[in-house]
């Protein structure tokens, strides 16, 4: 599936959390969930990340129970209606085994399949993964996130979780990395991570990020906007200049258009065509 995918591509965020903070418990009801997804398709989403397992700071673990009844039915309607690429956002082995089953294509781990039993249902299912880096769990990770160099000890952190897969049987080319803007970071760690975005291309991977209306788009704004769209809609295109394959974003259509013109200046062609 990777290498199917459009470079750059666009994963637009579908939240089936009853708490999940800017879509506000706006898309924990299927019929709006299944809205929501097909307008993403629409606006030419390459893949649709679906996640039940709120990770904002400070959110507390919810049971592999209730994440499964959350994503699952999801998936399955997805899947009815759609061959778009799907990812499930989990770090819990049974909703990783199930959502495979459901025919998901890629797992989105915050946790880097760290979690017990994870590695093994990651193997077991035979999909690709994205590792991402975060310092500290959910609960806690805002509290003090401490680096003597961020970027240093993301690549260390990325470069052990990788050789962790790959011994386990992950193809070493079904791996996706991911620095985890926000995850363990203040503001300063988030703009260093960008600035040096290049610094993880020597890892040899696909570089996931996404940095969609998080709070250092609000503070470099200083908020003076209510929403973070042009903010982050700027931040896709200079991580994607800066080597990103993947972004993962709330609005589809405007980084879908952005990409658009960043491609047309970028390879000097007047084309739509992506
Ligand atoms: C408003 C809305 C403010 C959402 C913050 C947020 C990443 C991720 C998340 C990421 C990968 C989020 C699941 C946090 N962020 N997966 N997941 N990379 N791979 N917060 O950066 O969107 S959830």
Request: with cysteine; charged share 25%.
């Amino acid at each position: 599936m990777l290498e199917e995918l459009p470079m750059p591509a666009v994963m637009g965020i579908l939240n089936v959390t009853p708490d999940s903070f800017s879509d506000g418990g706006k898309y924990q009801n299927t019929d709006e969930t299944q809205r929501h997804a097909e307008k993403m398709i629409r606006a030419g989403a390459d893949i649709i990340d679906i996640g039940g397992e709120s990770t904002r700071p400070g959110a507390k673990n919810v049971s592999a129970e209730e994440e499964l009844a959350r994503v699952i039915p999801v998936i399955e309607k997805i899947r009815a209606i759609s061959a778009i690429p799907l990812s499930i956002d989990t770090s819990t082995p049974e909703v990783i085994l199930a959502a495979a089953e459901a025919g998901v294509d890629l797992i989105n781990d915050v946790r880097a399949l760290r979690r017990e039993g994870a590695l093994n249902a990651a193997v077991a299912s035979g999909l690709p993964v994205c590792l991402m880096h975060m310092q500290g769990d959910p609960e806690t990770m805002q509290m003090k996130p401490d680096y003597v160099d961020v970027v240093t000890e993301i690549r260390e952190f990325l470069v052990e979780r990788i050789n962790v897969c790959v011994e386990a049987g992950i193809h070493d080319d079904q791996i996706v990395i991911d620095p985890g803007f926000g995850f363990g970071k203040t503001p300063q760690h988030n703009l260093q991570i960008i600035n040096r975005l290049e610094e993880f291309k020597s890892l040899g991977k696909p570089l996931l990020v996404g940095l969609s209306r998080k709070s250092t788009i609000g503070i470099i704004l200083e908020d003076i906007t209510d929403d973070r769209l042009i903010g982050s809609v700027s931040g896709a295109l200079f991580a994607v200049n800066k080597g990103a394959a993947i972004v993962r974003v709330h609005d589809v259509a405007e980084t879908v258009a952005a990409l658009t013109v960043n491609r047309a200046f970028v390879e000097e062609v007047e084309s739509r065509s992506r």
